[in-house]
């Protein structure tokens, strides 16, 4: 699966991903009063949709039982409305890349070079259908490079998603059934995906003997040859659904951000702040 929206994806996905690992974006949620590392993800991820309830966060996000999203919406908004959550969440992202990057990084022209790339791309990205994407993409370009860079990375980040989600709803494969083919392909950790998403030990269960009986896992909840047929389809559909940007960005244009990205996204990886199996799926960051 060598296309170049999964180069692109291991490239910009870590950039992005500080938000959810890096100890400087939790403390900026708790700063805003939020309740725990949960009701700051939910939080801070909903709010470019606004005051969403949870329904439609759940509906979103796609890979949660909605009673962990009932936990944090909607009182997450009378902790903090979304133009403060916001305000937040740029503050988190900004104090965790100084800490990661150091300050030469942050103020290089690579970062600036790289923010407008992926700014063109971000832009370029068709939203039609893609809720998350569209309301990251509506938000105003920050004024700093690498918070710019950071805006554009999500925006590509969730738009990527969003064709997912897409992909996974059409071929009927529930929020639960994606956790359990990712887990079976060896890109997750399950314990910390059903921990996290909230489906409790039943659930797994009956996911995984729904699995079983229509052979896509075996006794040992790994993938048949039937699950690898079906999960390589779901991932280069995704991938395919995600091209668009990178084509109105150019060949040129494009090699060039992923050279940009490599040393960015290599030095978050390098913190250890993001897993390995971790909850996104992504094998073998650069």
Known sequence: MGSTARHLWTRFEPVHDVTYFAPEALAAADAIGMRGFWMGYVALRAAPLGAVG?????????????SRLERALPSAWDVADPA???????????AALRAVWGA?????PQVREA??????A????????RVLAAANQALPRPAAPH??????TTTLRE?????????????????????????????????ALQLGRRFTDEAWRAGLDELRAAGVVDTDASLTAAGRTLHDDVEAATDAAAEAPWHALGPDATARLAELLTPLASAVVRTGMIPDPNPVGIVGLP
């Open 147 to 152: 918070l710019a860079l950071w805006q554009a």
């Open 115 to 120: 923010a407008d790339l992926a700014w063109a």
């Open 122 to 129: 971000a832009t370029a990205a068709d939203t039609a259908g």
């Open 104 to 108: 030469d990084v942050v103020a290089s």
């Open 54 to 66: 949870p329904a439609v966060a759940t509906a979103a996000f796609h890979g949660f039982h909605a």
């Open 159 to 191: 738009h990527r998603g969003d064709g997912h989600i897409a992909v996974l709803v059409s071929r009927g494969i529930s929020p639960l059934a994606s956790h359990l083919l990712k887990v079976a392909a060896g890109e997750s950790d399950p314990t």
């Open 84 to 94: 403060r959550v916001l305000a937040a969440r740029l503050d988190g992202v900004d």
